[in-house]
């Protein structure tokens, strides 16, 4: 079991940067790879980025590829989003996820944070 917790959303002007964090409980964050997705109100969860277990390998959503860096500290349990050059387009819920697979599909993550909202104003 894994339980997320996220923080680090709020509201700043486009071309701002916002830091995400989600710490993790248990002790076997380390085995799993770990993700973000988000949710604009009316739409479709979509994936965000992922980074693997020991944090070698990362893949990005075309729309935030050069602008969001995901990163991951095993020893702090967290995993972080550095979102830079924000635009208003990134408004949404942001969620941390965790999973065995390696995958840009919600249904393949088992556990998921409670999210944390993001809003870029123009």
């Known amino acids: 079991q894994v339980q997320l917790v996220e923080s680090g959303g709020g509201l700043v002007q486009a071309g701002g940067s916002l830091r995400l964090s989600c710490a993790a409980s248990g002790r076997t964050f380390s085995s799993y790879n770990m993700g973000w997705f988000r949710q604009a109100p009316g739409k479709e969860r979509e994936f965000v980025a992922v980074?693997?277990?020991?944090?070698?390998?990362?893949l990005y959503a075309v729309s935030v590829k050069g602008r969001f860096t995901i990163s991951r500290d095993n020893v702090k349990n967290t995993v972080y989003l550095q979102m830079n050059s924000l635009k208003p387009e990134d408004t949404a819920l942001y969620y941390c996820?965790?999973?065995?697979?390696?995958?840009?599909?919600?249904?393949?993550?088992?556990?998921w944070g409670q999210g944390t909202q993001v809003t870029v104003s123009s």
């Open positions: 980074i693997n277990w020991s944090g070698s390998n990362t």
């Open positions: 996820t965790a999973g065995s697979n390696w995958s840009v599909r919600p249904s393949e993550y088992a556990y």
